[in-house]
C-alpha cells in the first residue's frame, strides 16, 4: 500500500513552529507568495548542508520568482540558529521537533541507509501558491535536486 501523499490543489498543511531565532512564524505569513516548504533530516549533516547551501546560492533567483522558503528539520532553534551562522543562510529555518508538521506534510516515514533502517524525515520538498494551495511535490528529493526542479517548475508557470 502506498503511502499517503500531498498532492496537485491540496490546501498545504498550516504550521505554526519556532524558527532559528526562536521566534513563532504561521503559515499564513506567507499568504500572497509563493512558498517552497522543505522538509530535511538534520541541520549540519552533509546532505542538508548541501541542500541549504543551495538553497541560499539560490536565494536571489527564487525571490526574483516570487518565491519565500522555509526549511524545517526536528532540531530545536539553537541547532538551526548555528547552522545558519555557520553557512550564512539567508532564509527561515524551523523547528519541528515534535515533527507535527513532517506529519502533516506526509514525510515521516521508514528510510533505509547503509542496509540500517530507520523512522524520520523523508527529504522532502513543497511548492505552495499564492492561493495556500499545493502546486507541486516532490517526495524523495536528493539534496541537489532541491532548487533546480523548484525553478525549473517555477518557470513553467510563466511568472
Known sequence: MKAPELKIGDSAPAFKLQDQDGKPVVFKDFAGRKLLVYFY??????GCTTQACGIRDAFAELKDLGVAVVG?????????K?????YSLNFTLLADPEKKA?????????KKMFGKTSFGIIRSSFLVGEDGKVLKTWY????EQTVPFAVDFVKTLGH
Do not use: N
Not at 548555528?82 to 555557520?86: C, P, T
Not at 513532517?102 to 521508514?110: K, M, N, R, S, T
Not at 524523495?140 to 539534496?143: E, L, N, R
Open 41 to 46: 533530516p538534520r541541520a549540519s549533516t552533509p
Open 72 to 80: 524545517i528539520s526536528p532540531d530545536q532553534p539553537e541547532a538551526l
Open 82 to 86: 548555528k547552522f545558519a551562522d555557520k
Open 102 to 110: 513532517a506529519a502533516d506534510y506526509f514525510v515521516l516515514g521508514e
Open 140 to 143: 524523495k528529493v536528493k539534496p
